[in-house]
T-cell receptor, first 112, second 115 residues
Framework: SQKIEQNSEALNIQEGKTATLTCNYT??????LQWYRQDPGRGPVFLLL?????KEKRKERLKVTFDTTLKQSLFHITASQPADSATYLC???????????FGKGTRLSVIA | NAGVTQTPKFQVLKTGQSMTLQCAQD?????MYWYRQDPGMGLRLIYY???????DKGEVPNGYNVSRLNKREFSLRLESAAPSQTSVYFC??????????????FGDGTRLSIL
């Protein structure tokens, strides 16, 4: 069966460290993978999109990698801050006009 | 810009009652979506509309109907609410007719409880 798994429900790290979140998928051949941030009581907000032929994408303190051999995407936040505390969702697109499929998310807490 | 606006923000219904959740976007997006989010289940797609005049079922369409009223508005209707439909409902929109590779813009949700 098809699955998207994000490494853990919750991740706690100290301020200033790099947070690394994992998204693994099974029985998909995604053309694109997206990452979103969701704050409590709010809707998800788009952060980054990476295509299957891209190894890495950066935006300010954020970096996403995409390894189609390992069937994995890693999401890094460098120099993390308490304001980065949120739930992070990965979502992938299999092909063509198929809808996005979301993972369950990882709740990140950055401790000062 | 308001982005994606959902009404109401909160609602409590009794089993068997009907209700329509409203969604409007002001970004001139072609595609719109309805999701539900439950603890431990993540976001699941209920219905989507790739473009004005079309609607398609998502992963969990049973018990729901949708109407793409015009390019801006996409409503979700529960004809006979059941406790299993207690959830947070999110509406989203994206550019272009290709629904797969564009970022989605979400509203802040409707929190629905069915007693």
């Amino acid at each position: 069966s098809q699955k998207i798994e994000q490494n853990s429900e919750a991740l706690n790290i100290q301020e200033g460290k790099t947070a690394t979140l994992t998204c693994n998928y099974t029985n998909y051949s995604p053309a694109y993978l997206q990452w979103y941030r969701q704050d409590p009581g709010r809707g998800p907000v788009f952060l980054l999109l990476i295509r299957e032929n891209e190894k890495e994408k950066r935006k300010e303190r954020l970096k996403v990698t995409f390894d189609t051999t390992l069937k994995q995407s890693l999401f890094h936040i460098t120099a993390s801050q308490p304001a980065d505390s949120a739930t992070y969702l990965c979502a992938l697109v299999s092909s063509g006009n198929t809808p996005l499929v979301f993972g369950k998310g990882t709740r990140l807490s950055v401790i000062a | 810009n308001a982005g994606v606006t959902q009404t109401p923000k909160f609602q409590v219904l009794k089993t068997g009652q009907s209700m329509t959740l409203q969604c409007a976007q002001d970004m001139n997006h072609n595609s719109m979506y309805w999701y539900r989010q439950d603890p431990g289940m993540g976001l699941r797609l209920i219905y989507y509309s790739a473009s004005e005049g079309t609607t398609d079922k998502g992963e969990v369409p049973n018990g729901y109907n949708v109407s793409r009223l015009n390019k801006r508005e996409f409503s979700l209707r529960l004809e006979s609410a059941a406790p299993s439909q207690t959830s947070v409902y999110f509406c989203a929109s994206s550019e272009l007719n290709r629904i797969s590779n564009q970022p989605q813009h979400f509203g802040d949700g409707t929190r629905l409880s069915i007693l």
